[in-house]
């Protein structure tokens, strides 16, 4: 269980989703976070796209993971850019547990600041806006 | 090795405007000073110049409007060199014909490009912050909106990766700073410790207020001729070995070489123009929007090894003026001004020509390595005398 609970800032600028990222962007609806999918050579890539990077099939789809990752580095931000989200919090690039050259950006939010590091396992939590359900991610319990 | 295109080009002349912070003077104020100044210093004058080039801020056609020039050849935006592009298309233009003697010019303004906060009424169809391209989305979305905070993450990663260490990034700091004392245009000229880097405030883990570079106000040019132009130049002329640059895929997070940058697809592809070694480079200008950025760039054109760059730049010995590899010899980005990656360009031509003043290095340089950028973004030109 995370040790610190998670405040919602005041805002968020949103992504603006596409046929393309949408599902991403739209899986925390059902708890799910979905990582577009090739069929053709099985690989998970991101960000979502119409053809797979690495064998260019169109047979790509989004795909439900476990949610669980690996905190491949971070910043502690300390300065403030705006009100509303008041300062120290954490940047993160992640790696999905299911295939690590899969990164997503995102913030590591549920613990202090100072106890997050590379190597960190964390899982997925989502925080609804509108019509976005942003993927941030949690410690995992020891 | 065949002669490229870019190698008909020289350059001719170069300027600089008065740099300063919160000048309340326009773009083209500064625009003109710096063109006038570089026009003159190429032997030529505004009739002589046929082509013009810039990435954007001042419009061409403001400069042209001013200077009173008749230009049938207009180059520059974002292309294959990033920030660097304008110079490489003038290059390109004079090495082809079209055109013979190409303006190109640099200005910025603290107060241009900054964001604003949104409203909290703000009308849900507004799409003024909406509809970011690539991976800008989640970078926004998650309050990631400095550079300070994706290279933060990227340095990060770095030092886990090769044990570098926060003193490491500042000694390049401290060696800026006292290359600037000699800059008599340089914004920070005081002195600086490697104490007074490490007490200054945090903004983005590991990076902190003297990692990153000084916003001013200023312009910068630079003319580019036709090489055959050389014996009428009136100070030496300077040539263009070979460029390089990056198609900028991945974006800041999705190389699969992360955390390195473009800057080493743009190493290659300058190496792969021409016979001279990074071991013939006896200066290097080098791109320092934040101090990270110039660990990346020096590793990625082989002037240190992979992952050695910290104990490369610690001490600031190697890279002072009298080391064995002077790096930003005019106090870079961090402490003369953020002149986004034409304030190198401006001093290689300096040294190279032996004009440096007070900080010219001690042997005259043969060979000047500059770069420009930082994550997807990056150009590199090898200049030579």
């Not at chain 1, 099985?42 to 053809?51: D, L, S, Y």
């Not at chain 2, 800008?136 to 550079?147: D, I, R, T």
């Not at chain 2, 207020?209 to 001013?216: G, I, Q, R, S």
Request: net charge negative; glycine share 12%; with cysteine.
């Amino acid at each position: 269980m995370s040790d610190v609970d998670h405040v919602r800032p005041e805002f968020r600028i949103l992504p603006d989703p596409s046929m393309e990222s949408g599902a991403f962007w739209a899986g925390g609806a059902d708890g799910q976070l979905l990582i577009h999918h090739c069929n053709a050579c099985g690989k998970f890539f991101h960000p979502p796209a119409p053809a797979c990077f690495r064998c260019r099939s169109t047979d790509v789809g989004p795909q439900p993971v476990s949610g669980r990752a690996t905190v491949a580095t971070y910043t502690i931000n300390r300065h403030q850019w705006f009100p509303g989200f008041p300062p120290p919090y954490v940047l993160a690039y992640v790696e999905l547990a299911e295939q690590p050259d899969v990164r997503l950006t995102t913030n590591i939010v549920g613990c202090a600041v100072e106890d997050v590091h590379i190597g960190q396992e964390v899982e997925v939590m989502f925080e609804q806006w509108d019509d976005v359900w942003l993927p941030l991610f949690t410690p995992v319990a020891p | 090795m065949t002669e490229r295109v870019e190698q008909r080009a020289i350059i001719s002349g170069i300027g600089i405007s008065r740099i300063g912070r919160k000048t309340g003077l326009a773009g083209i104020t500064l625009t003109a000073e710096a063109s006038r100044q570089a026009i003159a210093d190429a032997g030529l004058t505004p009739t002589d110049i046929d082509g013009i080039a810039t990435i954007g801020d001042t419009p061409l056609d403001e400069v042209v409007a001013d200077l009173g020039l008749d230009v049938g050849y207009t180059g520059g935006g974002f292309d294959t060199g990033g920030l660097l592009s304008p110079l490489m298309s003038a290059f390109v233009a004079v090495g082809s014909g079209r055109a013979r003697h190409v303006l190109v010019y640099r200005t910025v303004l603290m107060m241009a490009g900054t964001i604003e906060a949104p409203p909290s009424d703000r009308d849900p169809d507004d799409e003024s912050l909406w509809g970011v391209m690539g991976d800008m989305g989640p970078l926004l979305a998650c309050h990631a909106y400095s550079a300070a905070n994706w290279i933060g993450m990227q340095a990060t990663r770095y030092m886990h990766l090769y044990g570098s260490t926060k003193e490491q990034l500042g000694w390049l700091a401290v060696n800026s700073r006292r290359n600037a004392a000699l800059n008599p245009l340089a914004i920070y000229q005081e002195p600086m410790t490697i104490d007074d880097y490490m007490a200054a405030r945090m903004i983005s883990t590991p990076i902190g207020l003297y990692d990153c570079d000084v916003p001013v106000d200023g312009s910068i040019a630079i003319v580019v001729s036709a090489a055959d132009h050389e014996p009428d130049c009136p100070n030496p002329a300077v040539r263009v070995a070979s460029i390089g640059g990056s198609p900028s895929l991945g974006g800041w997070v999705d190389r699969p070489d992360y955390p390195a940058m473009a800057a080493s697809d743009a190493a290659a592809q300058l190496w792969a123009g021409t016979d001279v070694r990074p071991g013939d480079v006896d200066i290097a200008e080098i791109y320092d929007g934040f101090t990270f950025l110039t660990f990346a760039w020096l590793e990625a054109l082989g002037l240190c090894g992979r992952g050695e760059a910290g104990p490369f730049i610690e001490g600031a010995t190697r890279i002072a003026l009298d080391g064995q590899l002077p790096v930003n010899t005019y106090g870079g980005q961090l402490s003369a001004g953020r002149m986004h990656g034409y304030w190198v360009i401006h001093e290689a031509v300096l040294q190279l020509r032996g004009h440096a003043g007070p900080r010219q290095v001690a042997h005259p340089p043969e060979v000047a390595v500059t770069a420009a950028g930082g994550g997807p973004i990056a150009g590199a030109i090898l200049l030579t005398r």
